[in-house]
């Protein structure tokens, strides 16, 4: 049978997914491709990420917001930590239902690589990361992690990250691909030259606006070089922005 382009489109969606959703998606729809059918496995998608429609801007549209919140790698930690986003902060709850919330931060850098709520610890909460304050010892990047682990101090600061070309040096497979597309960047180099330690250093010279590194570790880690790339949850900007699409599409909060 022959399908319409938004047939199509929910189709190439569904390939989008990490391999174990996108094989439950095909499961639980007919091997007769109908609108029906397709239609049915979008919302099985959704009910999958534990949301009944990430239709964030309510326009009745199958499009890619609608599977954003599966890449998230980690939906349990993620909730876990808007659980404490709110205990921390009592007026998101006086706004809107944490659902809501989710959705509303999936509107938040909608092109990022990295979909993960993160973590920044420090000696005190941070309302804005101030650029004059990285140090080139430390790459003049923000660091952060997704786990909770206690280390670097007792404040958390919560936020999104707007990454959208991500390097990773300590990934085999990534560095077998630049190695593969870019062979002039170890040409001429001595004998100690070391590829993935220079992209770690200096990532932003070669293109890259963030890096991940350390993966399947305690120190598993994001950074990245501008404020504008960080979102932090919480903070007065977040929570006039939370109100702002609150009311957009729910109206005023009662």
Not at 58 to 71: A, H, L, Q
Not at 116 to 141: A, C, M, Q, V, Y
Not at 199 to 216: L, P, Q, R, T, W
Request: a neutral charge; glycine letters at 4%; hydrophobic letters at 35%.
């Amino acid at each position: 049978m022959k399908l319409t382009s938004e047939q199509q489109k929910i189709i190439d969606l569904i390939n989008q997914l990490p391999t174990d959703v996108r094989n439950d998606v095909w499961r639980h729809i007919s091997t007769k491709t109908t609108k029906k059918d397709l239609t049915d496995a979008m919302n099985w998608i959704c009910e999958k990420a534990e949301m009944e429609v990430l239709d964030v801007d309510k326009d009745w549209e199958v499009d890619s917001k609608d599977v954003e919140i599966i890449k998230i790698k980690d939906i349990t930690r993620y909730k876990e930590f808007v659980d404490m986003v709110f205990k921390e902060n009592s007026e998101l709850g006086k706004i809107g239902t944490k659902k809501e919330y989710i959705q509303y931060l999936a509107t938040i850098f909608p092109n990022s690589k990295v979909k993960d709520i993160l973590i920044h610890r420090g000696p005190e909460k941070i309302e804005n990361f101030n650029k004059s304050k990285t140090k080139k010892i430390n790459w003049n990047r923000f660091y952060f992690s997704p786990l909770n682990t206690g280390r670097y101090g007792q404040s958390i600061t919560f936020v999104l990250l707007n990454i959208k070309n991500l390097a990773k040096p300590g990934n085999d497979t990534f560095m077998a691909d630049i190695n593969n597309k870019h062979p002039e960047y170890s040409e001429g180099k001595n004998e100690w030259f070391n590829l993935s330690a220079h992209i770690y250093a200096n990532a932003n010279k070669y293109g890259y606006d963030g890096v991940f590194a350390f993966e399947g570790t305690n120190d598993d880690e994001y950074s990245v070089y501008e404020p504008e790339q960080i979102h932090i949850l919480g903070s007065q900007q977040d929570i006039k922005q939370f109100k702002k699409w609150h009311n957009r599409h729910f109206g005023l909060p009662k």
